[in-house]
């Protein structure tokens, strides 16, 4: 009877406890990058069947700027010439940093109850997302191949700081999505590229970044995610160069960059990169919409002191488990509100006198209402200097659309 109590109670241990059982995940904190490059003793091409990274030496780091840029000074210098560049201890002092240590305690009683969507690679290529609370994320995600890659949560907002180059002009004005990032370490993104401009900060852990020009993007067959999505990836296997099929990527020129907590890297849209994480890793990314040019004219009144990213009007959020809009433009919305109100006249003069003539303008003003709405409805894939045209003819570029 002792035995069968003792294991009894054994396994009502396996089964209810709140921990994970199992072997914590390699850090990797250690890994060299760029890595050494060195030619095939057995006469392979140099790199084959190994990473991106090893078929060439770098053609130098990503600019380092230790102190702040001003707005203006971040357009010209980098963002109109999409440029990449860290930012040195851009976030150094965000409470996220701090608060969010390494036990996840702060994490688990603050934000466990949150539903978050979490990515599991199985292998590559092969991914799957599925739905949890954060709670069951942290208890899993040192044993088991789970990273987060979600929106950011409106919950989580007011612990991350805003960099200081984006929290004015035209800047503020075209802020698009936050998003977060954390994992155990040793994952490895595809080689791709995002049609909007992309502000990467760690938080904690260590990154490593591969960029390449677009100019090479045939060299990699990268893809478009799909028609007019702005963004897109290579399907090469980025763990495994095959040299003899793609013996290009040895005359591609790279260029690499190293995160620390508080560090951000700048990355233009369309700029392909690959990103690595090493031991406990989080990062948040912003992202804005490209322009042709940008206003600082408000930049040198902003009072002192942090803006967090929930004192932003971004146009993409996460609340209770779904994506979610936290801003209306207010000129597509009257567009909009005017073309139902036309079709609705339009509808009544053909079901009072019929006629294919307000049959055919019905058609019209229904097609060109689609035009306006259905690109905000799937905007995740969509790229937003496109939309924007498809409202704003004539206009400035800017996000068009936002609903």
């Known amino acids: 009877m002792y035995f069968i109590l003792k294991w009894l109670t054994l396994l009502r241990i396996l089964v209810f406890a709140e921990g994970k059982v199992g072997f914590i995940k390699e850090a990797g904190l250690s890994t060299v990058f760029p890595p050494p490059v060195h030619p095939s003793p057995s006469g392979l091409p140099t790199g084959h069947l190994r990473p991106l990274g090893y078929q060439r030496s770098p053609d130098g780091r990503v600019q380092d700027v230790e102190d702040m840029p001003h707005p203006e000074q971040f357009y010209q210098k980098f963002v109109k010439d999409r440029r990449p560049v860290v930012l040195r201890n851009a976030l150094k002092e965000t409470p996220a940093i701090e608060k969010w240590d390494e036990d996840d305690k702060y994490l688990m009683q603050k934000y466990g109850h949150l539903e978050i969507h979490v990515t599991e690679k199985k292998q590559q290529f092969k991914l ?30 007011n612990e991350i700081e805003l960099v200081k180059c984006l929290r004015c002009g035209t800047y503020r004005k075209y802020l698009i999505e936050p998003e977060i990032w954390m994992s155990s370490g040793g994952t490895a993104s595809l080689l791709h590229y995002h049609g909007d401009h992309n502000m990467h900060c760690l938080l904690s852990g260590r990154k490593d970044f591969i960029l390449i020009d677009p100019a090479y993007k045939n060299i990699f067959n990268v893809q478009e995610k799909s028609t007019h999505a702005g963004s897109g990836f290579s399907d090469l296997d980025m763990d495994m160069i095959n040299m003899f099929q793609n013996n290009g990527i040895a005359n591609t020129p790279w260029t690499w960059a190293k995160l620390s907590p508080g560090d951000c890297i700048y990355v ?32 040198d009144q902003l009072k002192p002191g942090p803006v967090m990213l929930s004192d932003a009007n971004f146009i993409w959020s996460y609340s209770q488990g779904v994506r979610v809009s936290l801003q209306c433009n207010m000129q597509a919305l009257c567009q909009n509100i005017l073309l139902y109100v036309i079709a609705c006249y339009n509808l009544c003069l053909m079901l009072v006198w019929g006629g294919p003539r307000f049959r055919w303008e019905l058609r019209c003003i229904l097609g060109q209402k689609s035009r ?25 570029p800017g996000p068009g659309v936002r609903l």
């Open 268 to 299: 233009p849209a369309g700029y392909l990169h690959q990103v690595r994480s090493y031991g406990r890793s989080i990062s948040s990314t912003i992202l804005w919409s490209p322009t042709p040019g940008v206003a600082t004219s408000n930049c």
């Open 372 to 396: 306006l709405i259905q690109p905000a409805l799937s905007y995740g894939d969509v790229d937003m200097e496109r939309l924007y045209s498809l409202s704003h003819v004539g206009s400035d």
């Open 128 to 157: 799957v997302t599925m739905k949890m609370t954060m709670k069951k994320f942290l208890r899993d995600y040192k044993y088991d191949n789970y990273y987060l890659t979600n929106t950011l949560p409106y919950e989580m907002m």
